[in-house]
């Protein structure tokens, strides 16, 4: 789901090996949050119909919720695992490892699923020429608009975001520090009385 | 919430049989469906259905009754047994807005023989705690933790639900706002009353920490939040506090899991937990080699702190990955962060941007790093950290003798 311009996103994920991509773009699906967005990525999924496995980054690198795999997820009522760091299928089954701060965790579930990866996992691979030809000649990048799925106009976009931004700024910057210039003795020591001064040591 | 299924209207095609996860419902003699007691209401049969025969009873904006919402709730994190800092650091801010607003504290703790862990958020400025000792919660699991969660929040209604930033918080919360159907803000780094609407004003910074955004949840109950650990301080605890524990007994079986705990791995070596560390001590490019990595390490020691490091040190494999600071790897707010040899790209200062004080040690003078830092020596870390260390024995030994 995003604007038009996410097309090359697509097509870039065509060139290293999807066989289908879809883009949901309307003016009615902008401003959702990430409820609105799990509902309407959901409603996307469900339309496309049987599937297995849904895989999410573990957050996105603007908005850093990492909370729409999880509300996906839960819309979908298929088990998720997070933060996945390794994932192997076995007799139908997904066995995930998990990294949380200070374990891992070893999770199983059946399929359908949906996992959030980590970016140890795996190493993208490169696009192959057939696969960035394939992506700009042969296969189309199908548009999906809000009329093409069966939902419900409240729950999308702005209007189905429970959460709205009320104001957006940048941060204060920080009072400017103390550059300690001295040589390394007297530079470790300056550094010392003014760490004691503000009670940190 | 609640599933109600139409005799007249459904056809007995199974549809709802075939997609329901938990097999919570079935045809009877009439081939009619009917709800079993596995059924979750996880409203799945809902969508599936193709004559509308099956509805659920979903609160949407407008209908809810905002004003029927009271109180502060915090997740109480525990991990083997152990509150975590954030659950304490929670307990303290939704003390300060709770006063504002003229409502009570309540905690939510989840686990098995944990009990002594509500006097402690108590003592921390909780009113009440309700505890939910359940041998099936020992363990974080999603689903598990959702269930007893949701139905505990449905039906005592708080206004303001906070959680901890962690990875659990940010498993649990999603899957729990999207259940109750309300509004969700993550990574919070401040959380205020706006004091006329009487609405949680919550901020995070969005793009890497470039800009900051004041986020609102007007018509749906209660406001959530994750808030990023670190970021407020852990309350004084008050020994003489008195509080009340409501023990819950949650409305959980093994028929709610979706995801299975296989096990805990055993690891060579144990992951280092950085969010909850007050000093750390990191080392980048400028280190130039893993053998140079017990100098900081030394440094940390004498803080009593723990190692990070920036992306550039951990690809090199210099260090392992749950050192690494920053945008892909963690983020932290300790009271002291010194950087050694980093340039402080924007991915790492947005991991570590949120300290109480940062000192920089770097020898170009134009490092990005020196803008964010209190305090920065223009510097050969190779020849600073030795001497900051013999001050700080010197130092230290001398007290001792004191």
Same mark, same amino acid.
């Given at each position: 789901?995003?604007?038009?311009?996410?097309?090359?996103?697509?097509?870039?994920?065509?060139?290293?090996?999807?066989?289908?991509?879809?883009?949901?773009?309307?003016?009615?699906?902008?401003?959702?949050?990430?409820?609105?967005?799990?509902?309407?990525?959901?409603?996307?999924?469900?339309?496309?119909?049987?599937?297995?496995?849904?895989?999410?980054?573990?957050?996105?690198?603007?908005?850093?919720?990492?909370?729409?795999?999880? =509300?996906?997820?839960?819309?979908?009522?298929?088990?998720?695992?997070?933060?996945?760091?390794?994932?192997?299928?076995?007799?139908?089954?997904?066995?995930?490892?998990?990294?949380?701060?200070?374990?891992?965790?070893?999770?199983?579930?059946?399929?359908?699923?949906?996992?959030?990866?980590?970016?140890?996992?795996?190493?993208?691979?490169?696009?192959? &020429?057939?696969?960035?030809?394939?992506?700009?000649?042969?296969?189309?990048?199908?548009?999906?608009?809000?009329?093409?799925?069966?939902?419900?106009?409240?729950?999308?976009?702005?209007?189905?975001?429970?959460?709205?931004?009320?104001?957006? %700024?940048?941060?204060?910057?920080?009072?400017?520090?103390?550059?300690?210039?001295?040589?390394?003795?007297?530079?470790?020591?300056?550094?010392? +009385?003014?760490?004691?001064?503000?009670?940190?040591? | 919430?609640?599933?109600?299924?139409?005799?007249?209207?459904?056809?007995?095609?199974?549809?709802?049989?075939?997609?329901?996860?938990?097999?919570?419902?079935?045809?009877?003699?009439?081939?009619?469906?009917?709800?079993?007691?596995?059924?979750?209401?996880?409203?799945?049969?809902?969508?599936?259905?193709?004559?509308?025969?099956?509805?659920?009873?979903?609160?949407?904006?407008?209908?809810?009754?905002?004003?029927?919402?009271?109180?502060?709730?915090?997740?109480?994190?525990?991990?083997?047994?152990?509150?975590?800092?954030?659950?304490?650091?929670?307990?303290?801010?939704?003390? =300060?807005?709770?006063?504002?607003?003229?409502?009570?504290?309540?905690?939510?703790?989840?686990?098995?023989?944990?009990?002594?862990?509500?006097?402690?958020?108590?003592?921390?400025?909780?009113?009440?705690?309700?505890?939910?000792?359940?041998?099936?919660?020992?363990?974080?699991?999603?689903?598990?933790?959702?269930?007893?969660?949701?139905?505990?929040?449905?039906?005592?209604?708080?206004?303001? %639900?906070?959680?901890?930033?962690?990875?659990?918080?940010?498993?649990?919360?999603?899957?729990?706002?999207?259940?109750?159907?309300?509004?969700?803000?993550?990574?919070?780094?401040?959380?205020?009353?706006?004091?006329?609407?009487?609405?949680?004003?919550?901020?995070?910074?969005?793009?890497?920490?470039?800009?900051?955004?004041?986020?609102?949840?007007?018509?749906?109950?209660?406001?959530? &939040?994750?808030?990023?650990?670190?970021?407020?301080?852990?309350?004084?605890?008050?020994?003489?506090?008195?509080?009340?524990?409501?023990?819950?007994?949650?409305?959980?079986?093994?028929?709610?899991?979706?995801?299975?705990?296989?096990?805990?791995?055993?690891?060579?070596?144990?992951?280092?937990?950085?969010?909850?560390?007050?000093?750390?001590?990191?080392?980048?490019?400028?280190?130039?080699?893993?053998?140079?990595?017990?100098?900081?390490?030394?440094?940390?020691?004498?803080?009593?702190?723990?190692?990070?490091?920036?992306?550039?040190?951990?690809?090199?494999?210099?260090?392992?990955?749950?050192?690494?600071?920053?945008?892909?790897?963690?983020?932290?707010?300790?009271?002291?962060?010194?950087?050694?040899?980093?340039?402080?790209?924007?991915?790492?200062?947005?991991?570590? =941007?949120?300290?109480?004080?940062?000192?920089?040690? +770097?020898?170009?003078?134009?490092?990005?790093?020196?803008?964010?830092?209190?305090?920065?020596?223009?510097?050969?870390? %190779?020849?600073?950290?030795?001497?900051?260390?013999?001050?700080?024995?010197?130092?230290?030994?001398?007290?001792?003798?004191?």
């Amino acid at each position: 789901m995003g604007p038009p311009q996410a097309d090359e996103a697509l097509r870039e994920a065509i060139a290293i090996g999807a066989d289908r991509a879809i883009l949901l773009t309307d003016r009615a699906f902008a401003g959702a949050d990430t409820m609105a967005t799990a509902y309407s990525l959901g409603s996307a999924i469900k339309k496309i119909g049987k599937y297995d496995l849904v895989l999410c980054g573990r957050q996105a690198i603007d908005g850093d919720t990492a909370q729409v795999g999880p =509300q996906l997820a839960e819309f979908l009522s298929i088990p998720q695992i997070t933060y996945v760091l390794e994932v192997n299928i076995e007799d139908n089954k997904i066995i995930a490892i998990q990294e949380l701060e200070d374990k891992r965790v070893k999770w199983e579930a059946n399929l359908p699923a949906l996992l959030t990866i980590t970016a140890e996992a795996n190493k993208p691979r490169y696009p192959s &020429a057939y696969g960035i030809m394939s992506a700009y000649k042969e296969k189309e990048v199908e548009i999906w608009e809000m009329k093409d799925l069966d939902v419900d106009e409240k729950r999308i976009g702005m209007d189905g975001s429970p959460t709205s931004v009320k104001r957006i %700024f940048s941060p204060e910057p920080k009072g400017k520090g103390e550059i300690i210039k001295d040589e390394p003795k007297k530079a470790a020591e300056i550094l010392f +009385n003014r760490l004691r001064a503000k009670n940190i040591l | 919430m609640a599933i109600y299924i139409n005799r007249d209207l459904c056809s007995g095609c199974g549809l709802c049989v075939e997609i329901c996860p938990f097999n919570g419902v079935k045809l009877d003699e009439e081939d009619v469906a009917i709800l079993l007691d596995a059924c979750t209401e996880c409203g799945a049969c809902v969508d599936e259905c193709p004559v509308e025969a099956i509805s659920i009873e979903v609160i949407k904006e407008g209908v809810i009754d905002i004003s029927k919402y009271s109180g502060i709730w915090t997740f109480a994190e525990q991990r083997d047994g152990k509150l975590t800092r954030v659950a304490k650091q929670l307990v303290g801010k939704a003390r =300060q807005l709770a006063d504002i607003l003229g409502v009570r504290v309540e905690s939510v703790l989840l686990g098995h023989n944990i009990a002594e862990l509500a006097q402690e958020l108590i003592q921390c400025g909780a009113d009440n705690v309700y505890l939910v000792d359940n041998p099936m919660l020992e363990n974080y699991q999603t689903d598990l933790y959702t269930k007893a969660i949701c139905d505990l929040t449905m039906e005592k209604k708080p206004e303001i %639900f906070i959680f901890g930033a962690t990875h659990m918080g940010r498993d649990l919360a999603p899957r729990l706002a999207q259940r109750i159907q309300t509004g969700l803000t993550a990574d919070c780094t401040e959380l205020t009353i706006d004091e006329t609407e009487r609405h949680l004003l919550q901020t995070r910074p969005a793009f890497g920490g470039n800009i900051m955004a004041t986020i609102t949840c007007k018509n749906h109950r209660p406001q959530m &939040a994750t808030v990023r650990p670190g970021v407020f301080r852990e309350p004084e605890k008050d020994l003489s506090r008195k509080g009340n524990v409501i023990n819950i007994k949650p409305d959980i079986s093994k028929s709610y899991i979706l995801s299975r705990l296989v096990k805990f791995l055993k690891l060579e070596k144990k992951l280092v937990k950085l969010e909850e560390a007050e000093v750390i001590v990191s080392g980048g490019r400028g280190l130039k080699g893993p053998e140079n990595f017990p100098l900081i390490q030394e440094l940390a020691d004498l803080l009593g702190g723990e190692i990070g490091a920036s992306r550039a040190a951990v690809d090199a494999g210099w260090i392992s990955k749950d050192h690494q600071v920053g945008q892909t790897g963690k983020t932290v707010s300790p009271k002291l962060y010194i950087a050694c040899g980093i340039s402080g790209a924007i991915q790492h200062r947005a991991g570590m =941007q949120a300290s109480e004080t940062i000192v920089a040690i +770097n020898k170009d003078p134009d490092a990005p790093i020196f803008k964010i830092a209190d305090f920065g020596i223009v510097g050969d870390l %190779f020849k600073v950290i030795p001497e900051l260390i013999s001050v700080l024995k010197a130092k230290k030994e001398k007290e001792m003798v004191v």
